[in-house]
């Protein structure tokens, strides 16, 4: 049985100009261990199909379809019961540090109530057990730093208090939302090997929210690209990296600056803009931007698997 | 704040949605539609525009005067058979009339007093914004000083020590009110000093003054309405305020508070001439502070408040 | 440690900040009253000249203006406001000092009901956002700011009072019901207004990020909103309780004359409108002082409350 399994999401939001569809029809499965990478520019929905299933919507949203948590629908829990998961069995880590922690309240307060709530543990242990999880990301003297505010920490360093926070229970499956976007590459590196870490440790699966392909590569072994609320490609990093199907996740790739690549190969940044989430298009979302648009592409390409479980959504089947 | 569509946060969309790219709707448009959505605004303003017109014609249009005495119906209560439809006080004068007729004043002290503060907030507050820096400190600090004393019992010392005339009134109103306007105007203009788009006209070569004119008025034209609307019911209620201690309007002129206070020495016997002029006074206060409301929330929908 | 050397500058400096507030209190008060036109002593009779000149000798009214203002400024820095001048045997300090408990008892009565009250108002309407209950909610808030207290007092006494019979209309017994309407009316308009302002900033920090994390870790609804959400939320209503306290003792006065409560506000009023210069200068120094300090108290709250201050203060 896979460790998480979503079916049919489908997000929305109610908005004064109409309903915005963050998520359309959204597939994908996690095994135990698996460290899954979601990609996709902003606005492509995958924040919020991980606020779907966190139950973190903001209150004009709404959700239909399934995700399935170790047998159990996360998406039909009342609050009170996805809150022995959150937290717990499933930890989050945010992208923004200078918002993500209350401003009001002690590092150490912040990080403890996590394990007591939900270990049941003392607070001598609690704090104790938070320290240590401090030393791990390799915040400086975390006997003191503890005691601190979150305004006396740098935005990296705050970084990785949230990642500490993150994985103090130990979780079953980690959610990470671009967790190193706001820090320097040195930093980045030691977090992705903490997350790493936390996988080969204690099993854990991983997904992880990101635009930067690079920390993709470090980190995870499959892809899941995002664009305008639906998937149109999953696959390996090999896969995706190296025979890519999709035309936007070719662009993709041909925005970003390789190494593997000759020093004169020319960077594209991809036309154009995403579409208007409130009135999507009939057919395939991409072939306004689409530089291998055809007649066929009005219609709703469907999803294609070959068997290397590696699937996309285009007409143009193969890659050039 | 009470009914208008909170747009809760869906962040990371907002930038993706591609609203502003279809149709070009300026922000006064913007601030226009949500006003009108917001119900409660839109009854007061329609209930306050009555008000206005029934006190500037009613008492044209009805036949008593406010102060003939009908001595064969004193204290009596309202009736459309004697002719007062809301009642008489105990010497005979019509409620109605004058309650409408009070209303002139109290209306006219929350207009004038309420654009003396505008005038002296306006022009002391851009004059620190303009000029930042030591000056902008200093008449800061004096508008924190004045902030912090008791200035309604300033209001009142000034009516014991110059006696109680109505011109006195709004000049002692408005003078102690401003301090708001100051503190909003200073901080606009200081922000908007600094902004792009007016260093960029600056770099353009437009002159200071067509600077002020046609990006500093109009930037502070929203937050400048919203005050003015809150701070009529503010001046509107203090004037009823002194009246009602016997320090505000003397007879033969009346306001709504002059009137609430006199229907609270009779209110046992004719409960009606408290009643009434307690009624009007509420709903002008309630009306001018959802319109108020309204437009806040309509010219800041981010903020909450 | 190092926060509370911050917290002890920010007291310095912000007590520091205090003086100037006083003396420009104290000086508008004096030069106010003194360019009042016509004396203490000229409203009733015509006094023989050789006894108002010993009248205006008593009362230093002879000296020149700057050295009177000098003279009271000792005085009041060691708080001692003078004699009244219309009630003969008395100092202003024993008028304030009898005037001021029945004040105080049923000001503090209304103040703690308001914020109280508010807050748990404000946190129910914000809780339950454009529900029918938050809609209702902030309607009556709205009415509770609009109606004047010299309005909502007399209905109150004709309702209550009158027509029930169950409360007194006015008097001072030191009794719980001569309180009860009089606590009411004072504390009506501040409840509304801070039911608003708790509502407002709890549907605000109820938006942001930390709370979404705090929701992430699983804890319980009523440990979000209680540990998490209600300090920041209250922060505004802190900061609002000096105004509030100003406008309370603005609103006494009018409350104490409907209510015949012999409360420092019935002096003031007997006093203005009798020229008493002492009094009204001793009671608005008096009340501008205590509003002056609660001010700076409400600040010191705020800064403890809010450790960013503490750390600003600090770099």
Same mark, same amino acid.
Not at chain 1, 91 to 119: C, G, R, W
């Given at each position: 049985?896979?460790?998480?399994?979503?079916?049919?999401?489908?997000?929305?939001?109610?908005?004064?100009?109409?309903?915005?569809?963050?998520?359309?029809?959204?597939?994908?499965?996690?095994?135990?261990?698996?460290?899954?990478?979601?990609?996709g520019?902003?606005?492509?929905?995958?924040?919020q199909?991980?606020?779907?299933?966190?139950?973190?919507?903001?209150?004009?949203?709404?959700?239909?379809?399934?995700?399935?948590?170790?047998?159990?629908?996360?998406?039909q829990?009342?609050?009170?019961?996805?809150?022995?998961?959150?937290?717990?069995?499933?930890?989050?880590?945010?992208?923004?540090?200078m918002?993500?922690?209350?401003?009001?309240?002690?590092?150490?307060?912040?990080m403890?109530?996590?394990?007591?709530?939900?270990?049941?543990?003392?607070?001598?242990?609690?704090?104790?057990?938070?320290?240590?999880?401090?030393?791990?990301?390799?915040?400086?003297d975390?006997?003191?730093?503890?005691?601190?505010?979150?305004?006396?920490?740098?935005?990296?360093?705050?970084?990785?208090?949230?990642v500490?926070?993150?994985l103090?229970?130990?979780?079953?499956?980690?959610?990470?939302?671009?967790?190193?976007?706001?820090?320097?590459?040195?930093?980045q590196?030691?977090?992705?090997?903490?997350?790493?870490?936390?996988?080969?440790?204690?099993?854990?699966?991983i997904?992880?929210?990101?635009?930067?392909l690079?920390?993709?590569?470090?980190?995870?072994?499959?892809?899941?690209?995002?664009?305008?609320?639906?998937?149109?490609?999953?696959?390996?990093?090999?896969q995706?990296y190296?025979?890519?199907?999709?035309?936007?996740?070719?662009g993709?790739?041909?925005?970003?600056?390789?190494?593997?690549?000759?020093?004169?190969?020319?960077?594209?940044?991809?036309?154009?803009?995403?579409?208007?989430?409130?009135?999507?298009?009939?057919?395939?979302?991409?072939?306004?931007?689409?530089?291998?648009?055809?007649?066929?592409?009005?219609?709703?390409?469907?999803?294609?698997?070959d068997?290397?479980?590696?699937?996309?959504?285009?007409?143009?089947?193969?890659?050039? | 704040?009470?009914?208008?569509?909170?747009?809760?946060?869906?962040?990371?969309?907002?930038?993706?949605?591609?609203?502003?790219?279809?149709?070009?709707?300026?922000?006064?448009?913007d601030?226009?539609?949500?006003?009108?959505k917001?119900?409660?605004?839109?009854?007061?303003?329609?209930?306050?525009?009555?008000?206005?017109?029934?006190?500037?014609?009613?008492?044209?249009?009805?036949?008593w005067e406010?102060?003939?005495?009908?001595?064969?119906?004193?204290?009596?209560?309202?009736?459309?058979?004697?002719g007062?439809?809301?009642?008489? *006080?105990?010497?005979?004068?019509?409620?109605?009339?004058?309650?409408?007729?009070?209303?002139?004043?109290?209306?006219?002290?929350?207009?004038?007093a309420?654009?003396?503060?505008?005038?002296?907030?306006?022009?002391?507050?851009?004059?620190?914004?303009?000029?930042?820096?030591?000056?902008d400190?200093?008449?800061?600090?004096?508008?924190?000083?004045?902030?912090?004393?008791?200035?309604?019992?300033?209001?009142?010392?000034?009516m014991?020590?110059?006696?109680?005339?109505?011109?006195?009134?709004?000049?002692?109103?408005?003078?102690?009110?401003?301090?708001?306007?100051?503190?909003?105007?200073?901080?606009?203009?200081l922000?908007?000093?600094?902004?792009?788009?007016?260093?960029?006209?600056?770099?353009?070569?437009?002159?200071?003054?067509?600077?002020?004119?046609?990006?500093?008025?109009?930037?502070?034209?929203?937050?400048?309405?919203?005050?003015?609307?809150?701070?009529?019911?503010?001046?509107?209620?203090?004037e009823s305020?002194?009246?009602?201690?016997?320090?505000?309007?003397?007879?033969?002129?009346?306001?709504?508070?002059?009137?609430?206070?006199?229907?609270?020495?009779?209110?046992?016997?004719?409960p009606?001439?408290?009643?009434?002029?307690?009624?009007?006074?509420?709903?002008?206060?309630?009306?001018?502070?959802?319109?108020?409301?309204?437009?806040? *929330?309509?010219? *800041?929908?981010?903020?909450?408040? | 440690?190092?926060?509370?050397t911050?917290?002890?500058?920010h007291?310095?400096?912000?007590?520091?900040?205090?003086?100037?507030?006083?003396?420009?209190?104290?000086?508008?008060?004096?030069?106010?009253?003194?360019?009042?036109?016509?004396?203490?002593f000229?409203?009733?009779?015509?006094?023989?000249?050789?006894?108002?000149?010993?009248?205006?000798?008593?009362?230093?009214?002879?000296?020149?203006?700057?050295?009177q203002?000098?003279?009271?400024?000792?005085?009041?820095?060691?708080?001692?406001?003078?004699?009244?001048?219309?009630?003969k045997d008395?100092?202003?300090?024993?008028?304030?000092?009898?005037?001021?408990?029945?004040?105080?008892?049923?000001?503090?009565?209304?103040?703690?009901?308001?914020?109280?009250?508010?807050?748990?108002?404000?946190?129910?309407?914000?809780?339950?956002?454009?529900?029918?209950?938050?809609?209702?909610?902030?309607?009556?808030?709205?009415?509770?700011?609009?109606?004047?207290?010299?309005?909502?007092?007399?209905?109150?006494?004709?309702?209550?009072?009158?027509?029930?019979?169950?409360?007194?209309?006015?008097?001072?017994d030191?009794?719980i019901?001569?309180?009860?309407?009089?606590?009411?009316?004072?504390?009506?308009?501040?409840?509304?207004?801070?039911?608003?302002?708790?509502?407002?900033?709890?549907?605000?920090?109820?938006?942001?990020?930390?709370?979404?994390?705090?929701?992430?870790?699983?804890l319980?609804?009523?440990?979000?909103?209680?540990?998490?959400?209600?300090?920041?939320?209250?922060?505004?209503?802190?900061?609002?309780?000096?105004?509030?306290?100003?406008?309370?003792?603005?609103?006494?006065?009018?409350?104490?004359?409907?209510?015949?409560?012999?409360?420092?506000?019935?002096?003031?009023?007997?006093?203005?409108?009798?020229?008493?210069?002492?009094?009204?200068?001793?009671?608005?120094?008096?009340?501008?002082?205590?509003?002056?300090?609660?001010?700076?108290?409400?600040?010191?709250?705020?800064?403890?409350?809010?450790?960013?201050?503490?750390?600003?203060?600090?770099?």
């Amino acid at each position: 049985m896979s460790l998480l399994e979503v079916k049919g999401l489908n997000v929305g939001f109610d908005t004064p100009e109409g309903e915005v569809h963050a998520v359309n029809n959204l597939n994908f499965s996690l095994n135990a261990g698996d460290a899954l990478a979601i990609v996709g520019e902003s606005g492509s929905g995958k924040t919020q199909t991980v606020m779907a299933i966190m139950g973190l919507l903001a209150e004009n949203g709404h959700v239909n379809g399934q995700a399935m948590f170790k047998g159990k629908d996360l998406l039909q829990m009342s609050t009170s019961e996805l809150n022995k998961h959150r937290g717990s069995e499933i930890a989050m880590i945010f992208q923004d540090p200078m918002t993500s922690l209350n401003p009001y309240l002690s590092i150490e307060k912040q990080m403890i109530e996590v394990v007591i709530h939900h270990q049941g543990l003392n607070k001598a242990e609690a704090r104790a057990h938070a320290v240590e999880m401090l030393r791990a990301v390799r915040i400086p003297d975390p006997e003191r730093s503890i005691r601190q505010y979150p305004h006396e920490f740098s935005g990296g360093m705050r970084q990785r208090v949230i990642v500490a926070m993150g994985l103090l229970c130990e979780p079953d499956l980690l959610i990470a939302d671009e967790p190193t976007t706001a820090l320097d590459v040195t930093v980045q590196t030691h977090i992705s090997h903490l997350m790493s870490a936390l996988r080969q440790n204690s099993n854990a699966a991983i997904i992880l929210i990101t635009h930067d392909l690079g920390v993709v590569a470090g980190l995870c072994d499959r892809v899941l690209v995002m664009y305008a609320g639906e998937a149109v490609e999953c696959g390996t990093v090999e896969q995706i990296y190296y025979d890519p199907k999709h035309p936007y996740t070719q662009g993709l790739l041909n925005s970003v600056p390789r190494l593997d690549r000759p020093e004169d190969t020319e960077l594209h940044a991809i036309p154009g803009n995403p579409p208007n989430l409130l009135s999507l298009p009939e057919g395939c979302k991409f072939r306004d931007r689409c530089p291998k648009a055809y007649a066929a592409c009005t219609e709703t390409p469907p999803m294609q698997i070959d068997e290397g479980q590696h699937a996309h959504c285009c007409f143009r089947g193969a890659s050039e | 704040m009470t009914k208008t569509t909170d747009t809760p946060a869906i962040d990371p969309f907002e930038a993706a949605l591609g609203i502003s790219d279809d149709k070009g709707r300026s922000p006064w448009e913007d601030a226009w539609h949500r006003l009108l959505k917001n119900r409660a605004a839109v009854y007061s303003a329609y209930i306050m525009a009555f008000m206005i017109m029934l006190v500037l014609l009613g008492p044209l249009l009805i036949s008593w005067e406010s102060d003939f005495t009908d001595w064969d119906h004193t204290s009596s209560p309202p009736s459309l058979q004697s002719g007062h439809w809301f009642g008489t *006080d105990s010497v005979g004068r019509d409620i109605l009339v004058r309650t409408l007729e009070g209303g002139r004043i109290s209306l006219l002290v929350g207009l004038v007093a309420t654009i003396v503060s505008l005038l002296i907030g306006v022009s002391y507050g851009a004059t620190a914004g303009y000029f930042g820096g030591r000056a902008d400190r200093i008449m800061m600090r004096v508008v924190d000083i004045i902030y912090a004393l008791p200035f309604l019992f300033f209001i009142i010392l000034l009516m014991v020590v110059f006696g109680r005339h109505i011109l006195l009134i709004f000049v002692a109103i408005g003078a102690i009110n401003w301090l708001d306007m100051a503190r909003i105007v200073r901080g606009q203009t200081l922000s908007l000093k600094n902004t792009e788009f007016i260093e960029a006209a600056r770099a353009c070569g437009v002159g200071d003054w067509a600077i002020i004119r046609r990006h500093i008025v109009p930037n502070l034209l929203g937050v400048v309405m919203v005050y003015v609307t809150l701070t009529i019911p503010q001046v509107i209620l203090i004037e009823s305020f002194l009246s009602f201690l016997g320090l505000g309007v003397q007879e033969p002129m009346s306001s709504w508070g002059a009137l609430v206070s006199d229907g609270a020495q009779d209110m046992e016997s004719a409960p009606w001439t408290l009643i009434v002029p307690s009624v009007f006074l509420t709903a002008t206060l309630y009306c001018f502070n959802f319109i108020g409301d309204g437009l806040r *929330d309509a010219l *800041d929908p981010k903020d909450h408040f | 440690m190092m926060q509370d050397t911050g917290m002890a500058r920010h007291t310095l400096r912000r007590f520091l900040g205090l003086i100037p507030t006083l003396l420009m209190l104290i000086t508008v008060a004096f030069f106010l009253m003194r360019v009042a036109p016509g004396g203490p002593f000229d409203s009733e009779m015509v006094l023989p000249p050789e006894i108002e000149a010993n009248l205006n000798a008593k009362y230093h009214l002879d000296e020149p203006l700057l050295r009177q203002y000098f003279r009271y400024l000792g005085q009041v820095a060691v708080l001692d406001f003078g004699p009244s001048i219309q009630y003969k045997d008395w100092t202003v300090n024993e008028l304030i000092a009898q005037g001021l408990p029945v004040s105080m008892r049923v000001g503090l009565t209304a103040i703690v009901v308001a914020f109280v009250l508010g807050t748990l108002l404000g946190i129910t309407a914000a809780l339950k956002q454009n529900t029918g209950m938050d809609y209702s909610l902030m309607g009556a808030a709205m009415l509770g700011m609009s109606i004047p207290n010299f309005v909502i007092a007399p209905v109150l006494i004709l309702l209550l009072a009158v027509y029930a019979g169950w409360l007194p209309a006015g008097g001072w017994d030191s009794g719980i019901a001569s309180m009860v309407l009089p606590v009411i009316t004072l504390s009506l308009p501040v409840t509304a207004y801070v039911a608003r302002l708790t509502r407002g900033s709890m549907i605000e920090v109820l938006h942001s990020n930390f709370i979404r994390t705090a929701r992430a870790k699983g804890l319980p609804e009523m440990v979000v909103i209680t540990r998490h959400a209600l300090r920041p939320a209250l922060l505004p209503v802190i900061s609002f309780m000096g105004p509030a306290t100003a406008g309370m003792i603005s609103g006494s006065v009018v409350i104490e004359r409907i209510f015949s409560i012999p409360g420092l506000g019935s002096y003031f009023v007997q006093g203005a409108l009798n020229r008493d210069y002492t009094l009204v200068m001793g009671v608005v120094i008096f009340y501008g002082v205590l509003i002056i300090l609660l001010n700076f108290m409400v600040d010191l709250i705020y800064a403890w409350l809010d450790p960013k201050i503490r750390y600003d203060e600090n770099h």
